[in-house]
């Protein structure tokens, strides 16, 4: 049994390399199941309704033609895509959910940001106090919260006009790059955090979400973060064998998607 994870894809979006998701078909080829752990797409609210249903229909097809089992995790850019909001692997010992989960303002780096966090403030504010830690009612909030935040710069089809709401969202002022360094730093120690109060038996967390593939230790939890297909860091495929995990670079060939060099192996238990 051959389990692949990978994020990120953000089919749909122009800052993504996947134009067609046939372009993915290597990273599906050889494995029993392919495990899309959030952001495959953008099924928020936008401008382009009738492109989002067409990504999706689209992703539907593509899953549904593969030899593999094709698990759809969701992320804050496609928080209805399936009801399925993390994956527990090798008997327990890998976590893998998309990672916005940690953050109580989801994209804290985000022009949304300070919305979010109202949002998810007051929906908490509306649990008893025992609850507001549980793990299917924080999901269950942060996936609607997500839900009500409309696409900006992703469904901008125009170069210029995306480029100057991509800075607009993301990057101005300039602040916001502390913020995004200040995520990259607290995330696997909010991952480790995570998964003893959840998964205690778990020893390694896949993420995607911050954009940023990196292997890290925290609380002796190894945290794996698998980037993403937009620029400009590029993604890591996780391979999960019998007593195995490799992580490998997506290496792009002649406009395909690839599982390329070995980037650290882990034996399981």
Known sequence: MLTRVFSDIHFGDPA?????????????????????????????????????????????????????????????HDPDLSSCHSRDLADGQIFATHGDVLFDNIVPWGRDAPLIARLIAAELGALAAHERQGFESRFAIWRRVAAQIPQRHQAEPRGPRYAAGFIADTVWPPLRIFRVLQSWRVEPHRAAAWVRRHRPAA???????????????????????????????????????????????????????HPGGIVAEFSLV
């Not at 080829?29 to 797409?41: F, I, R």
């Not at 896949?206 to 590029?234: E, S």
């Open 16 to 76: 993504t390399k996947v134009r067609h998701l046939d372009q993915l078909q290597p990273l599906f080829d050889g494995a029993d199941e392919v495990v899309l752990n959030g952001d495959t797409l953008d099924t928020r609210p936008g401008r382009r309704p009738e492109h989002t249903a067409a990504c999706q229909a689209q992703l539907r097809a593509f899953a549904g033609s593969q030899r593999a089992a094709v698990t759809l995790l969701t992320g804050n």
């Open 203 to 257: 020893k390694f967390v896949l993420l995607g979400h911050t954009h940023r593939p990196a292997i890290r230790r925290a609380g002796g939890v190894t945290v794996i973060n698998t980037g993403t297909f937009c620029p400009p860091f590029g993604a890591f495929a996780v391979d999960l064998a019998p007593g195995r995990i490799t992580v490998r670079r997506v290496a792009e060939r002649a406009g395909a998607f």
